[in-house]
């Protein structure tokens, strides 16, 4: 049974920082990884999609790498700005269905 | 121009009672899904759904049962609601490709009295 687990769970970090986020997964017969926020009482926003086959994304000042053999992902924030404050979700799909087995998240914080 | 929509956005009911949440996407996908994320803020799948196969989570109990009318739509119903069922319920959907992404809904926030 696929298990992710999300490091750390929750990041305070100054505004301009750059941060890693991580995420391992027990399974790594995966089709895809994809990472997610979530800002407090809102929905999910997702952010990077990586397929199996791929290494990394990156989408403005996120990067988000891929290590399949060793379970691993990161997502990479650059320059990180108070709008960054969230959840930040990842999950991977596998199996039947296409299901998507989430990790319990990052609670990051950005401060001016 | 929403992707995937949900009502009601927030439900308040008392125990015993039975309800339901809609669900609705305008993307085309062909496969639709719903998860649960409880107070610790956990994301767990329910159900996996498309116009083939119900998959469903060992660990739902079946008073949760979904129901489609047509592709675009999953409707999830809730019979003799219980203290426990108390959670944000996100309704998701994909192409069947098992490479597709998932895009969520905005969560229906469930509370049981």
């Known amino acids: 049974k696929q298990e992710v687990t999300q490091i750390p769970a929750a990041l305070s970090v100054p505004e301009g920082e750059n941060l890693v986020l991580n995420c391992s997964f027990t399974?790594?017969?995966?089709?895809?990884l994809q990472w997610f926020r979530q800002d407090p009482g809102k929905g999910l926003t997702s952010l990077l999609l990586i397929q199996s086959s791929q290494r990394e994304q990156t989408s403005g000042r996120l990067n988000a790498s891929l290590d399949k053999s060793s379970g691993r992902s990161t997502l990479y924030i650059a320059a990180s700005q108070p709008g960054d404050s969230a959840t930040y979700l990842c999950?991977?799909?596998?199996?039947?269905?296409?299901?998507?087995?989430f990790g319990g998240g990052t609670r990051l914080m950005v401060k001016p | 121009d929403t992707a995937v929509s949900q009502t009601p956005k927030y439900l308040v009911t008392q125990m015993g009672n039975d309800k339901s949440i809609k669900c609705e996407q305008n993307l085309g996908h062909d496969t639709m899904y719903w998860y649960k994320q409880d107070s610790k803020k956990f994301l767990k799948i329910m159900f996996s759904?498309?116009?083939?196969?119900?998959?469903i989570n060992e660990t739902v109990p079946n008073r949760f049962s979904p129901k489609s009318p047509d592709k675009a739509h999953l409707n999830l119903h809730i019979n003799s609601l219980e203290l426990g069922d108390s959670a944000v319920y996100f309704c998701?959907?994909?192409?069947?490709?098992?490479?597709?992404?998932?895009?969520f809904g905005p969560g229906t926030r469930l509370t049981v009295l």
């Open positions: 999950a991977v799909k596998d199996g039947a269905g296409n299901m998507l087995t």
């Open positions: 998701a959907s994909s192409h069947a490709s098992g490479i597709a992404e998932q895009f």
């Open positions: 399974d790594s017969a995966i089709y895809n």
């Open positions: 759904y498309n116009n083939k196969e119900l998959i």
